[in-house]
């Protein structure tokens, strides 16, 4: 390697070093985000405040309120009368009501209606129908019980038995936290790196390096190699907290997830500089990122939103987002293992960025002024 | 015959967005060997020009050959072979001295065996030497730039561009910089080309290019520039207290070009022609004489008289502004050490320094900005920092940068700042009206002021600080980057405002300001090392050697005396 | 209000607008994200392609997959016949699920024996995977009800009938959009304001300020009123399109919907000033402002419930003035809340909007240098 390219590398790393902006953004911030994502972000619903009126309190009634005190799902509120409950949910103290009527024993187990009112604050679509699947599950259950209790079988038409492969128990945290290895990968290689060329331009350092007999092919690796190792560390924090903290399976390897990051962030580096020649102050360049990569890579990626279920229109506009591919790989290899059949195509696309952005890049930069 | 160094042939250079071309159809050929000073207005071209020679802007029309190689095809080739410092250096401010040098070491490719010794002899160059682990941004703005021309000499250039180098540097370094550029020439055989704003500094260029607004106006010796001038040149004897005066009425004069207070009286520049007043003494004119005479626009006279209307004149001779001991810390870094000094109703008082002197941090505890750490001060009777809001309708303040709302209109600024202080219905017309007449800001109206050329922007800022007709007024180095004729404008200005009985606080780093205040502090490091008269100041310089030393011999020598104190105490 | 108040809110607004990049900020953004959010962000299916794996060949069966035909959301993909062939199908992603019939299916209906049905289904998204879930267990049902009744099926147990007060089709699109108000005025506040007083001080016009007779809450006022302004016409804007593109209902009280909207903004436009005062350079000020809203959204509500997390990030939330507006939106957009209802929730806005405010006023001067 020629001394060029080693001083300007060498100058960079300890540009971060020195700079705690990069490192906040490098280090802290994924930090931050897992352990917000981690935490603080979870479609599963535990413990839903459910008010529950009971009627006329039979030995039925009994059993079935106790299937719902065992359910990890419910934090179970009794009233005294179905008034009480709904002004509960109307004051949002409750988010839902289970209600057994009168003739609870008498009805329960004939067809037809059943005796169980139930309500469900349905503002959170998303959260309800969670619940809904809940209360369901119980009087599944309870309605087995029962039959089983009269020595005979609950028949059913048809019994629908579900499996749900690579989460069987459907922890929301082992596809987010995946999914936001992405989001933060966007962060240093786009951001960063269109902060720190702006900020060059801004200092004027640029024009004394320009000056000089270092080609601007030196510049441009001399910025992505070392932005590429950073990236990498992130990367390599990013894993690190998904398996030992949140407990994350990874069901693939390991050379998988790091060969397709390093494809991502090659992607990446290349859009941070591809924005970095378009603006050159560090305000422009940081906007211009949040919006194009960032916004994106959230939304976008399918990293929470379902894809395949956003507007055509949309779905064409996701294919030129290079952490759709990422997600889609990310979400593979940590939850499935090594399928090929998903690898392949999307590390395809993210080689294909890679060469596309840095090859515009490449052909863009000028070391000249104007 | 030698080949030229540097050949322009027919440029021209344009930048979307601007009014007219930067450069145009300019010629210019460079022998080698020597120092070739580029001098002219803001906006002339000299940055563009020195860019064009780097090889990093593409001329639109005609050639560019430096070193024998054509800047558009080979520009790898002439950067291998040139040393190019921009205007404001790109050190890493976040890297060490050394760091910095050996960057551009690698940068430049030079073999690690020549390393040590090329080391030792730029620090030995430059005397930076002992900072080798400090990081570049915490030198000062002398030390960046020495630091900077180290950088660029890395492996001796046969070249060398240097953009406005000792633009906000203090005296001293001034003096080393040129003490470098200069053995750089005799020992190494390179050429130097350099653009400056400070036009004393013709006297070190073998040869001086002039240009005005893209085109060349002359490349000659300078004697050949002031040779018209023989005969044009007079000084007028006057004592310190009457020379504003006698300059004002000079000025209006219809035989004189120019006039300028300097430490003995009022030098004349006459209109070829004229006849010198009575008393004036011939003197030889200098280089600063034929930029004036060249380029000065013909009938610019003197300005309007005083406009500021003194409402009801409190009693005169009263301290307005008074400072004791004033100190200011920033974490352990003592920016302000016990400073103190007082100043009368209706005087011009400088506080004088380079760069990191604490000019601007005693500036703003003065106008309330900053809290000090340590004594007391007082303006016009009150604190600004505590004082009520009111208190502050009395200051007018022009900041560093000539702070303007760069997305507003020049019509928008002044409407704005006229109604911050107070000024509503035909008051406030009245004086938006008498702003773009008395600086001359009409046909600017429209424009955004960061579209505007920097003369224009001091204009504008001055304006808005006078819009409430202040008592006081506080000007932090207003005239910073701003060419020799629009500095004398501006003077102009503050001559006028004084004479009306405007008090006037200023800081600059132009030793030659100095003669236009009535009375002023001399500072470095945070300390007031002389306070006086320009001419008691310039007496603690003088020696048998040098009768007559000039402001910026006071502080070169008041320096060395602080720096030997210093040590002899340690 | 005195003319050199309002002179400096004109000087905000012209340097708003007058700013090619800021009037980009204030543009752009809500109109990306109401269309991001307005149409990608839900958790609705529409598009669940699925395999079928039927080793049945009878009526029965056929009857079971129509269901499915019949549903929009179903996309049928492929017909296998192997475990192996659906594995791979769902490995790689090309369907989301997996419906495998046994051979005995329609026998076993026949002769009144429960007939199982396999439902396998992709779990990497884990949100979708439980969503689809519920969609097939409805179908399932339907399925089943019907079944019993045509073929004399002894006392099949009753059914839940579940009603969903206010959104009683459970539309995730009547849960984001109103979200969406809330999201774009701050984000908008956010924009106006966070970077308004860094841009002045990297100027240098902050200190040209500051020695005006200006007093510090007389530049607040100037400096909060573009905001506010800024952060009403947009809100209403949006208001608009939710109500009138986006058909969500809006039941309760425009009085309580536009008080919450300004107790929200003054929050809003308070902590954005208060980053602003606190940063020195712009980069600092857009970094701070990044750092506020991303938690302030994600932990919000806005897309996952609070109740979901942990009670040491619940007690977190109490600071977040999008919390407050959140739940203000959808409750009178969707439950038709009043103003005496969200006393609850005003209350803690104004006390955010204040405290913050004081402390910008107090950092226009008191910044450490």
Known sequence: MNTRLVGLMRKELLQIVRDPSAIAIAFVLPVVLLLIFGYGVSLDAKHVLVGVVVDAPTPQTQSFVAGMRRSEYFSVQTFSDIHRAREALRERRINGIVWLRGDFSRLALTAGDAPVGVVVNGVDANDARILEGYVQGVWAQWLEREA??????????????????????????????????????????????????????ERGTYEALMATPVSMREILLGKVLPYFVLGMGGMALSVAMALWLFHVPLRGSALVLFGSAALFLLAALGMGLLISTAAKSQFVAGLIAIIVTFLPAFILSGFIFDIRSMPEPIQIITHIIAARYFVAILQTVFLAGNVWSVILPNGAALLAMALFFLGIVARLSRKRLD | MTQPILVFEGVTKRFSGAAGPALEALDLTLEPGGIVGLFGPDGAGKTTLLRLAAGLLRPDAGKVVALGHDTRREAAAVQGAIGYMPQHFGLYEDLTVQENLDLYADLQSLPRAERPQRYAELLRLTALGPFGARLAGQLSGGMKQKLGLACTLVRPPRLLLLD????????????????????????????????????????????????????????????????????????????EGERRALQRSLESASD?????????????????????????????????????????????????AAAVRRADDPPSDGEVIRVQNLGRRFGSFEAVKG?????????????????????????????????????????????????????????????????????????????????????????????????????????????????????????????????????????????????????????????????????????????????????LVLMSLGEVLAAGTPAQIRARAAREDRLHPSMEDAFVELIEQHEAGLRSAA | MPAHIWALTVKEFLALLRDKVSRMALIVPPILQLVVFGYAASFDLNHVPYAIYNEDSGAASRDFLARFAGAEVFQPVAEVNSDAQAARLLESRDVLLVLHLGPHFTRDLLLHRSA????????????????????????????????????????????LKIRAWYNPNLLSRWFIVPGIVGLLTLVVAMVVTSLSVAREREAGTFDQLLVTPYRPFEILIGKALPGLIVGLLEGTGIVLIAVLWFHVPLLGSLAALYLG?????????????????????????????????????????????????????????????????????????????????????????????????????WLFRHRLY
Request: proline residues 6%; neutral net charge.
């Open chain 1, 148 to 201: 089983q209790l009269r020595g005979g079988r609950l028949t059913l038409p048809v019994d629908l038995q579900s499996r749900i492969w690579y989460n069987p128990a459907v922890r929301s945290r082992d596809y987010l936290v995946p999914g936001l290895i992405a989001v933060i990968m966007t962060l240093i290689g786009a951001l960063l790196t269109a902060l720190v060329v702006a900020r060059e331009w």
């Open chain 2, 164 to 239: 406005e180098p000792t633009v906000g540097v203090d005296p001293v370094s001034r003096r080393e910089l040129w003490a470098i550029i200069e053995r750089l020439v005799q020992e190494g055989g390179t050429t130097v080309l350099v653009s400056t704003a400070y036009l004393d500094e013709a006297q070190h260029c073998r040869e001086v290019v002039l240009l005005r607004e893209g085109k060349l106006i002359g490349q000659h010796q300078s004697a050949v520039f002031t040779a018209p001038l023989a005969g044009r040149v007079y000084m007028v004897p006057a004592g």
């Open chain 2, 256 to 304: 004189v070009l120019d006039a300028l207070i300097q430490p003995e009286g009022v030098r004349l520049v006459l209109k070829e022609g004229g006849a010198p007043p009575a008393g004036a003494q011939p003197a030889a004119p200098r280089f600063e004489d034929a930029f004036v005479a060249l380029l000065k626009p013909a009938g610019t006279g003197a300005l309007p």
């Open chain 2, 339 to 519: 400073v103190s000094f007082a100043v009368r109703r209706g005087e011009v008082f400088g506080l004088l320094g380079a760069n990191g002197a604490g000019k601007t941090t005693t500036f703003r505890m003065l106008c309330g900005l900053l809290p000090p750490s340590s004594g007391s001060l007082s303006v016009a009777g009150v604190d600004l920092r505590s004082a009520p809001a009111q208190a502050r309708g009395h200051i007018g303040y022009v900041s560093q940068k000539f702070s303007l709302y760069g997305n507003l209109s020049v019509e928008q600024n002044l409407g704005f700042f006229s109604s911050a202080y107070g000024l509503a219905g035909a008051r406030r017309r009245e004086r938006m009206a008498w702003a773009l007449a008395e600086f001359e800001l009409t046909p600017y109206r429209r424009v955004n002021a960061a579209d505007l050329p920097l003369g224009y922007k001091q204009r504008l800022a001055l304006a808005s600080a006078l819009m409430h007709e202040p008592d006081i007024l506080f000007l932090d180095e207003p005239t910073s980057g701003v060419d020799p004729l629009a500095r004398r404008e501006f003077w102009q200005r503050i001559n006028t405002l004084a004479a009306a009985g405007v008090t006037v606080l200023i800081t600059t780093h132009f030793m030659e300001e100095a003669e236009y205040c009535d009375r």
């Open chain 3, 116 to 159: 199982s049905v396999q439902a396998i289904i992709d779990g990497r998204n884990s949100n979708t995977a439980s969503i689809a879930l519920n969609y097939v267990s409805a179908i399932v049902q339907g399925f089943n009800e019907q079944w019993a009744a045509d073929h004399g099926w002894g006392r099949p147990p009753a059914m």
């Open chain 3, 261 to 361: 909207l300004i107790f929200f903004l003054m929050s809003a436009v308070g902590v954005g000033l208060m980053i602003s005062a606190a940063a020195a350079t712009q980069q600092q000020g857009l970094l701070g402002a990044f750092l506020f809203l991303v938690p302030a959204v994600i932990l919000s509500g806005f897309a996952t419930p609070i109740a979901n997390m942990p009670p040491a990030v619940q007690t977190l939330t109490y600071l977040n003035p999008m919390r407050y507006f959140l739940v203000i939106l959808r409750g009178v957009f969707l439950e038709g809340d009043g103003v005496s209802l969200l006393w609850s929730q005003y209350l803690p806005l104004a006390a955010i909007g204040l405290l913050t405010m004081a402390a910008a006023a």
